[in-house]
């Protein structure tokens, strides 16, 4: 019932910038924290960085200063701008809703396709 779609992935050189983009339901968006995920080959998802209805923000120390969540309200849709990116952020990215934020934060079992980033040296 709840779809979200992730886009803007992609491959950069290592100091370069990618825009991920990820589409919800107005409901969802508009009720809930949103955040993005990461998983690597061989490892855990991990929580990148998450938003609550009122607009506070969180991030991974490993993102800290490099990359930013925002949305668009009018377009029901949350962003993730990552700069200075290193090849170590190689993973597939993923949208989710849930609750709480940082390392209160609970995701929903909703989840998007994912976006592939692939940063190379």
């Known amino acids: 019932q709840v779809q979200l779609v992730e886009s803007g992935g992609g491959l950069v050189q290592a100091g370069g910038s990618l825009r991920l983009s990820c589409a919800a339901s107005e409901t969802i968006f508009r009720t809930n924290t949103m955040a993005w995920y990461r998983q690597a080959p061989g490892k855990q998802r991990e929580l990148v960085a998450d938003f609550t209805p009122f607009g506070n923000t969180n991030y991974a120390d490993s993102v800290k200063g490099r990359f930013t969540i925002s949305r668009d309200n009018a377009k029901n849709t949350v962003y993730l701008q990552m700069n200075s990116l290193k090849p170590e952020d190689t993973a597939v990215y993923y949208c989710?809703?849930?609750?709480?934020?940082?390392?209160?934060?609970?995701?929903?079992?909703?989840w998007g396709q994912g976006t592939q980033v692939t940063v190379s040296s």
């Open positions: 989710n809703a849930g609750r709480g934020s940082g390392s209160s934060y609970r995701p929903y079992d909703y």
